[in-house]
């Protein structure tokens, strides 16, 4: 198949499966309702992060970072913000994190950008863990404003579908060109005259702010939160196996 056909056949198989999440409200249980929701928070999560680590092999641990600063975000905005200008937050800021991070440990591959990724993670835990038991005196909070189920499940199955609908189109673009170009041959992408520097900076700022969104809009799904809990380092490793497993350079993977 060419690539029209391939792109034909991921925008059909795309509008099928958010065809049948819409309609799995009306008549699954309350439990595989809990189920698909939380799939659909991976589904965003590992798409955002095989766009970015994917193509360009770089292996990283932050995941939970940004999805805990989302969380947070949300949680202390959603009293004063609506629920889509809090989400709109807590994306914002995780990806002006992710580009103060990535500005400090891009120029390092492998395991090193990915034991400082997961060091960088824990240092937002438990710096936000201090600042909590410092200034509140308390570690945690408690989401007053909580949306409706439904509105939560179909908010997260929204952001899933618009970051496998941008995983597929950013990969045709030259930014998706320039990022496989540089997990394929970094030095040859810089010889070629692509600013390797900013591409990763600005896919890596990417894959914070969905991640970002997400934990804004799951913060809500568990009214009480903590940093052990959003921060916690099991949503970025499962994050990183799901993607790997289901094949990182590949979409539907």
Same mark, same amino acid.
């Given at each position: ?13 795309? +509008? ?49 970072? +940004? ?63 201090? +600042? ?104 970025? +490793? ?16």
């Amino acid at each position: 198949m060419n690539s029209r056909q391939f792109l034909i056949r991921d925008l059909l198989v795309l +509008f099928g499966l958010t065809g049948w999440a819409i309609a799995l409200p009306g008549f699954a249980s309350e439990f595989a309702v809990s189920m698909a929701l939380t799939c659909l928070m991976y589904v965003a999560l590992s798409s955002s992060w095989a766009l970015f680590c994917g193509t360009t092999r770089y292996l990283s641990l932050a995941t939970s970072a +940004f999805f805990g600063i989302g969380a947070y975000t949300s949680a202390i905005l959603l009293e004063q913000l609506s629920w889509v200008q809090a989400i709109a937050m807590g994306s914002l800021i995780a990806a002006a994190v992710a580009v103060v991070m990535g500005a400090a440990v891009l120029h390092l591959r492998g395991t090193y950008f990915a034991v400082l990724t997961f060091g960088m993670t824990e240092l937002i835990r438990h710096a936000i863990s201090y +600042f909590e038991k410092s200034v509140t005196g308390t570690v945690g909070r408690v989401l007053m404003v909580v949306p409706e189920r439904e509105t939560i499940y179909f908010t997260v199955l929204a952001l899933a579908v618009i970051t496998v609908a941008l995983s597929i189109a950013i990969r045709r673009t030259r930014f998706g060109l320039a990022m496989l170009g540089i997990g394929a041959d970094e030095q040859r992408a810089q010889t070629l005259g692509v600013n390797t520097r900013w591409i990763k900076i600005a896919g890596f700022a990417l894959t914070a702010a969905v991640a970002g969104a997400v934990g804004a809009a799951m913060s809500v799904r568990w009214t009480y939160i903590d940093p052990h809990t959003v921060f916690n380092p099991f949503i970025g +490793f499962q994050t990183v196996l799901i993607a790997l497993i289901g094949g990182a350079a590949t979409l539907w993977g």
